[in-house]
């Protein structure tokens, strides 16, 4: 199979000298595992759920080698790594991870490196998943975070290390392979079983698997970084008679925002300051969670879903407090994503290029469509209508204009290797060109949304719902752009030219 990407992309990058080299060994293999209980084969990085977590410097390169070692047949055997918010130069375009666009699969027994210079002083919470169909419901995802040490909001808390990654997540017993031929037969998105924190959870008539426990200490600040590596569902964090306060969205360091509770879409991150300045205890940390209903499936039980937030000195015990979804009513100071302002506030420029994407699904069937087109991987080097490629110039701002749908189901856009000004939030009416946010994740849906992105860093980069279901199901794009200035700056190694006819080479058991 070839791929779109395979003529527009070339050329390794010269690695900065100022750069520190992270080295990174991922073994791909399945691993039994019960994250709620339930055991099951998994497809994981180095044997765990979640995988292991990457930590750099801003400034420094990442050099991640991925040694494919699958061998269970219920699950993709092939495989493929993406870096969820990662900035990506056009240079490096060919390591961005996305197959059939930027790269093939990995195919079994075979190893890739992929090269990531962390780039534009980007620093921030991210994290790594399978990009190869649905395979990181499975299992494959894992926290990365990117240090900052002159973060400007630094003096806001004490304490910022691996103890403070939370990670949230939608998990099934079942297979993917089961769970998408059903998906396909029936047009319903498969339900998760149970949500995880920190790879821990629990479901209906399951084990009391024990709570994550996140460990603090009376009169310190901990910044936690929320990562919500769902496949579909929302979670929605907060803590028992704890405020959070925002400072850090999808990379972009925010105006310190105080709120009690913060639903995230799939793939969307968060930073919070919480103080530990409550009377020395155990408090519950909620995250309940919804997508789809929960009468499909029920093992699901979104008020198990949680941690315990413990102070030194407590007892080592649940909370004594009722289990809740967390603040309602008057007690509710929940975030609203519109009101989200950078912490260098800046306008968005003027679009020269407009956009509108309407979404669709096929009834009755695992078929999303965006203006009448259901994404399929390219299976040739032209572009194919089915690939649903926009083709920009360089050095443009795009305008993308969702507009409102009935659509019960916020679709979480994401928009690879580069990030846009979130113009319209779906949260809300306010049409924001002064000083935007800027994320990589937005979600769609009732009330319209709108965003703008530059052209400056030419490449072909994946736009698509980050509910892997409806991506697998065709929502998806690509906004392919400075496809001249592409060809001119990139030259993949011949490790990535190897990629695509070695993936094609495979019987449909082992892609």
């Not at 910022?160 to 047009?187: C, F, K, M, R, S």
């Not at 408090?283 to 937030?309: C, E, F, K, M």
């Not at 975030?335 to 509108?356: Q, Y």
């Not at 096929?362 to 009448?372: D, E, F, H, R, Y």
Request: charged share 15%.
């Amino acid at each position: 199979m070839k791929l779109l990407a395979s003529t527009v992309l070339a050329a390794l990058l010269v690695l900065p000298a100022f750069s520190d080299t992270i080295p990174i060994t991922l073994d791909i293999v399945n691993a039994d595992g019960a994250p709620d209980g339930f055991n099951r084969s998994m497809v994981t990085a180095n044997g765990t759920y979640p995988g292991p977590l990457i930590t750099a410097t801003k400034g420094d390169t990442l050099v991640v080698t991925v040694n494919n070692l699958l061998d269970d047949p219920t699950m993709r055997r092939s495989t493929s790594l993406d870096f969820d918010g990662l900035f990506v130069n056009t240079p490096d375009s060919f390591n961005e991870g996305s197959s059939f666009v930027t790269t093939c699969p990995v195919a079994p027994n075979a190893s890739y490196t992929y090269t990531i210079p962390l780039v534009d002083g980007q620093a921030g919470t991210f994290w790594y998943h399978s990009q190869l169909s649905v395979q990181y419901v499975d299992g494959l995802r894992g926290a990365l975070v990117v240090y900052d040490p002159d973060d400007p909001l630094k003096d806001l808390y004490d304490v910022d290390d691996e103890t403070t990654i939370w990670q949230v997540g939608d998990w099934w017993h079942n297979t993917t392979l089961p769970l998408l031929a059903g998906y396909v037969a029936t047009g319903i998105v498969p339900v998760s079983d149970s949500g995880t924190f920190n790879g821990v959870g629990r479901f209906n008539g399951g084990p009391e698997v024990p709570f994550f426990v996140v460990n603090v200490v009376q009169g310190t600040r901990y910044r936690f970084r929320i990562i919500n590596t769902s496949a579909r569902n929302v979670f929605t964090m907060s803590i028992d008679s704890h405020n959070m306060t925002i400072i850090e969205t999808d990379g972009t360091p925010t105006s310190p925002m105080s709120v009690n509770s913060i639903d995230m879409l799939a793939g969307q991150r968060h930073s919070v300051v919480v103080e530990a300045n409550q009377p020395v205890a155990n408090y519950w940390i909620n995250a309940p969670y919804v997508g789809g209903d929960p009468t499909r499936n029920l093992n699901q039980n979104a008020t198990l879903s949680r941690a315990i937030l413990r102070y030194q000195g407590a007892a080592e015990e649940d909370p004594s407090s009722p289990m809740s979804l967390g603040p309602a009513g008057a007690e509710l100071n929940a975030l609203v994503e519109a009101n989200l302002r950078p912490l260098v506030a800046s306008p968005a420029p003027e679009a020269d290029i407009n956009i509108t994407l309407n979404l669709v699904v096929t009834a009755g069937k695992a078929q999303w469509n965006v203006n009448n087109v259901s994404y399929l991987p390219p299976t040739t080097e032209d572009f194919n209508v089915t690939e649903n490629t926009f083709v920009l110039p360089a050095n443009k701002i795009v305008q993308v204009i969702f507009p409102p749908s009935i659509d019960d189901e916020a679709h979480p856009f994401h928009l690879h290797g580069n990030n846009f000004w979130l113009i319209k939030s779906n949260s809300s009416e306010e049409i924001n060109t002064e000083n935007p946010i800027k994320r990589d994740v937005a979600g769609v849906g009732s009330t319209g949304t709108i965003m703008r992105f530059s052209t400056a860093n030419p490449g072909p980069w994946f736009f698509h719902c980050h509910i892997f279901w409806h991506f697998q199901a065709g929502l998806a794009t690509v906004m392919a752009s400075g496809l001249d200035e592409t060809r001119e700056t990139v030259k993949p190694t011949q490790a990535w030219t190897d990629l695509c006819p070695a993936y094609d080479a495979l019987p449909a058991d082992l892609q």
